[in-house]
């Protein structure tokens, strides 16, 4: 459909359009395939744009039309029209049986079809009906083929039908395969250059950059002959009639083709737990405790009571003018029920402990919440003290001061075979400034599976390395002491640098010979689990330390690396994500990095939730191994897991079945493990320790048996296990056959199923994810605390503490209370969902000053169009709490023509009483002292509720804030 700004549409029929053709509702648009409407604004994110579209309506008319960042919400750049494409089934579910329909009905008349080797097609398009369970409503392709007869149809092939009519060919060759070597690189140009024109296409600027600086260092003839372009190519070639050849960067520095995803993917972001608030769930007061959440309530406080305007319920309340606002309705021990102004928002946080089980609820009025504050106050403390102790020691003893990159650093790095995002590219600026300083290293690089953080380790081990140091990679287990090894080997295959491994597979001799040759310096990196702490390890010049997953170490194991930390540079890798909000928290004390963004090849696996049927997962298992690849079964009982082996192993017998779980012997476990490792299993059943450390890019088909069992980032965390590779994965969440899935296990599969990779379901999982990694990082003892008092106020503890021990500032001034008796709230008629206003509340809580305020208005006013008279009241209520605040003052009670200022002290009341003080005050009303923490400004006239808003506004409007 053609939307243009002016002309007329009905925002009803465009829902049922949009509806019709597979968008899903969504309360913000965060992803392809959804849209929302809220008024008179549409916000709509086809699958073929780059960004999201806001749609603004007056009336019937489009009034504006612009895209907007999904991440921030924000508008970007205003459109004059756009297309929105209809949404694919398999993206946004269903088409409606009214609407199905198949792609050529999209076609116009005269277009061409292209078919690449149409017997091919024919092959695979026929096989794929015949694969499906049950292909009712799917497109017959005999069918497709008759109904593209009435269209121009092109065919290509590698060789031509006898029966072809109007056949021509295009005479080919492959182009000889390059090196990838800067120097050589610049000879074979050349050489290609002498006998052809030469046309090199790259991805984007930059590569384009990188090839220019090449080609211009050429002599002047082959130099003409070579054309830079941007474009995509898969394959280069080289066409022998016309002497040209045609070549992508991907062959000439022998980097993978990469797929770059349409539209502009979310990265993962500082989660507002508020977003997902639904009644009935926990939160923690600061000063009440853990309490229940009952929903939002806009109420009317007159001379009598709490009214609640939406039921005209009468509820208890005390004698106050009469005012409406949005309250928090909290519920603590013994069914005492507390009112919590939506302007005191920051007073309430959701409950996040991270673990299983539900906290009781806290006492009003009781001890036990202020001692368990007290506690983790102390706790965190400590935990503070311990992390700058450490710093302090390794600021006071000088380390290796590594030098600038070499060009052989510059090749090393150039030759991986994928691009770098942004976050790897961030996190590796910041090891090589660690490790060109000359106090040790300490960093920790946090990031989900598959995000990049192996790469960054070898990168750094190799710039040790090259300065003559000694590199020693710590993991958990054996079977990840054999993969890095094969990881670290392939990636030096092309410089002397000497990888061993120390595992006790190994036999005495073969250990010893190793350790001998490491501490002679004839070893540069050697890999091994907690073994290499023992004092039989010495180097001859140890440089870097890598530890892959700390938290799985001993406790003795972390005391030897915490003495470490002292002396050697050391790099921590974890692949559980820790939150934004705690990595802010240890800004100073720890040093980290947080790769959030996927790589771009990363495919999304394509996921199924079903019925445990035999004929399917046979028919799954199959095609895995078609393409030579591996399957894992995931099921979580011990009991009967060697049963599941049998029952697949009987479904599959041409498949080599194995089994394993954590209560096997040890080495049976690692046994079988790099078995499948390495190839010699072809389906692996196993409970979730293939959680988290085995990365086996073959296995790309997964099963989870009694899925409904799982929580969201349980599910999450195994998926990530496969889709490592260029092919697509698949993931099978099994239901059983006998048992019905409860209403929340429902909800948590349909997440998983139909959320994509970094949408609402996404961010849920992250956030549970998030907390674990707090845990992991904090230790025991201080994932205790956070389950006592939630993970937030954890992290305002935590922040607090540093801040105190480094000497800095801790407490910004509060806002003050500024009661003028006026309706100041976000009305649900504005903003529908309960979960956006409490959002909105917050944001509105935490700018600290009148230009952040504005910043939110604009957001407002961006997302829900124009503010009505209630919330321009709020944000200019919040303005004068601000400044106010700032000025030192507790609160403003307005009374008719008096408003009464509450001060912090005395010294407060003089500048207000000075000459200097603003010629506004001093020509509005009288100042009149009561003590010396109460003045009262009695204004010449009463100027009602909004006109003492407005005053206050412009005579506490402090500079800065630039009005």
Request: glycine share 8%; charged share 30%.
């Amino acid at each position: 459909i053609e939307l243009a700004v002016g002309a007329e549409y009905r925002l009803s029929d465009l829902r049922r359009w949009l509806g019709d053709r597979g968008f899903r509702p969504a309360e913000l648009v965060l992803e392809p395939g959804q849209y929302a409407v809220r008024g008179g604004i549409l916000d709509v994110y086809p699958p073929t744009a780059p960004a999201p579209y806001r749609l603004e309506f007056f009336g019937d008319e489009l009034e504006s039309l612009r895209t907007f960042d999904p991440s921030t919400q924000r508008s970007l750049d205003d459109r004059d029209g756009v297309v929105v494409s209809f949404m694919p089934t398999g993206q946004g579910g269903p088409l409606a049986p009214e609407t199905s329909t198949n792609l050529l009905d999209y076609l116009p008349q005269g277009a061409w079809i292209v078919w690449q080797d149409p017997l091919e097609i024919a092959e695979v398009g026929r096989s794929f009906v015949a694969r499906l369970a049950s292909p009712v409503g799917v497109y017959a392709f005999d069918a497709v083929v008759r109904e593209s007869r009435e269209f121009v149809r092109l065919d290509l092939s590698s060789f031509t039908s006898s029966g072809a009519t109007d056949a021509f060919a295009v005479r080919t060759e492959s182009l000889p395969a390059f090196s990838g070597k800067a120097e050589a690189v610049r000879e074979e140009l050349a050489s290609l250059a002498a006998e052809d024109t030469v046309l090199l296409f790259s991805d984007n600027e930059g590569e384009r950059g990188r090839l220019a600086e090449i080609v211009g260092a050429l002599d002047a003839q082959p130099k003409t002959r070579i054309h830079l372009g941007v474009g995509r190519l898969g394959t280069g070639f080289r066409l022998v009639a016309e002497n040209v050849a045609v070549a992508s960067n991907h062959e000439i520095f022998q980097r993978y083709q990469t797929r770059r995803r349409l539209g502009r993917r979310l990265e993962t972001r500082a989660i507002d737990t508020w977003m997902d608030l639904a009644r009935g769930d926990l939160v923690v007061h600061v000063a009440h405790g853990i309490g229940r959440y009952l929903g939002m309530k806009t109420l009317r406080r007159d001379a009598k009571a709490l009214t609640d305007t939406r039921g005209d319920r009468l509820l208890p309340g005390t004698a106050v003018a009469e005012q409406t606002a949005d309250y928090l309705l909290l519920e603590f021990r013994d069914k005492v029920k507390v009112y919590v102004p939506a302007s005191q928002i920051d007073l309430v946080q959701k409950y996040v402990g991270g673990f299983k089980g539900r906290p009781r609820l806290s006492r009003v009025g009781g001890k036990a919440w202020a001692e368990k504050k007290r506690r983790a106050e102390e706790a965190v403390r400590n935990f503070a003290m311990d992390l700058l102790r450490v710093q302090a020691v390794r600021e006071a003893r000088p380390g290796i001061a590594y030098p600038s990159d070499s060009l052989w650093q510059k090749e090393f790095e150039v030759s991986f075979p994928y691009p770098d995002t942004d976050d790897q590219t961030a996190a590796m600026q910041e090891i090589k400034r660690d490790m060109g300083s000359p106090r040790p290293m300490d960093r920790l690089v946090c990031g989900d599976v598959g995000y990049g953080k192996t790469e960054l380790a070898i990168r750094a081990a190799f710039k040790a390395v090259e300065a003559g140091k000694q590199v020693v990679v710590l993991v958990p287990t054996t079977v990840l002491t054999a993969q890095h090894l094969g990881t670290f080997r392939e990636r030096m295959a092309d410089y002397p640098v000497v990888v061993e491994m120390l595992c006790r597979f190994q036999t005495r001799g073969v250990q010893a010979g190793i350790l001998d040759r490491f501490r002679k310096g004839r070893v540069d990196i050697l890999i091994g689990t907690h073994r290499l702490l023992q004092k039989d390890v010495v180097p001859a010049d140890l440089g870097l330390l890598i530890v892959d997953e700390e938290q799985r170490f001993g406790v003795e194991h972390k005391e030897r690396l915490k003495r470490m930390r002292q002396t050697v540079d050391i790099l921590t890798l974890t692949a559980t994500p820790i939150p934004r909000t705690l990595h802010m928290s240890l800004l100073g004390i720890r040093d980290i990095s947080s790769l959030t963004t996927a790589p771009q090849d990363r495919r999304a696996v394509r996921t199924e939730v079903c019925r445990w049927d035999d004929g399917r997962i046979r028919q799954a298992i199959l095609r895995e191994l078609a393409r030579d690849g591996q399957v894992f079964f995931v099921h979580n009982r011990v009991r009967s897991i060697e049963a599941v082996a049998d029952r697949v192993r009987r479904l599959v017998p041409e498949a080599r079945i194995e089994w394993a779980h954590g209560q096997m012997n040890e080495h049976d476990l690692e046994d079988r493990m790099l078995r499948f490792f390495a190839a010699d299993v072809d389906v692996l059943v196993a409970t979730t320790i293939i959680e988290s450390g085995l990365d086996v890019p073959r296995a790309n088909t997964m099963f989870v048996h009694d899925a409904d069992r799982f929580g969201l980032a349980d599910m999450h965390q195994l998926r990530g296990r496969v889709g490592r590779y260029k092919h697509r994965a698949y993931c099978y969440l099994l239901l059983p056959e006998n048992r019905p899935a409860t209403p929340a296990a429902s909800k948590r599969l349909r997440a998983i199923e139909q959320y994509a990779e970094l949408g609402a379901g996404f961010q849920i999982a992250m956030r549970d994810l998030e907390i674990r990694g707090a845990g992991n990082i904090l230790g025991l003892e201080q994932s205790g605390h956070i389950s006592a008092v939630g993970y937030e106020m954890y992290c305002q503890l935590l922040e607090t503490a540093v801040r105190r021990l480094k000497g800095q500032p801790c407490d910004e001034p509060c806002r003050a209370d500024v009661q003028l008796d006026l309706a100041a709230f976000i009305p649900s008629r504005y903003v529908p969902t309960e979960s956006q206003r409490i959002s909105l509340y917050r944001q509105l809580e935490r700018a600290a000053n009148a230009r952040t305020l504005a910043e939110v208005a604009a957001e407002i006013n961006d997302m829900y169009g124009p503010i009505p008279q209630e919330v321009q009241r709020l944000v200019d209520l919040e303005a004068v709490r601000v400044a106010a605040g700032w000025a030192g003052v507790r609160s403003i009670h307005r009374n008719r023509a008096d408003l009464t200022f509450t001060l912090e002290d005395a010294a407060r009341v003089a500048p207000l009483m000075s000459e200097s003080a603003d010629r506004r005050v001093r020509q509005a009303g009288v100042i009149r002292i009561l003590d010396s923490h109460t003045l009262v400004w009695r204004l010449h006239e009463d100027r009602g509720p909004d006109g003492a808003l407005a005053l206050l506004k412009k005579v506490l409007a402090r500079p800065e804030d630039g009005q």
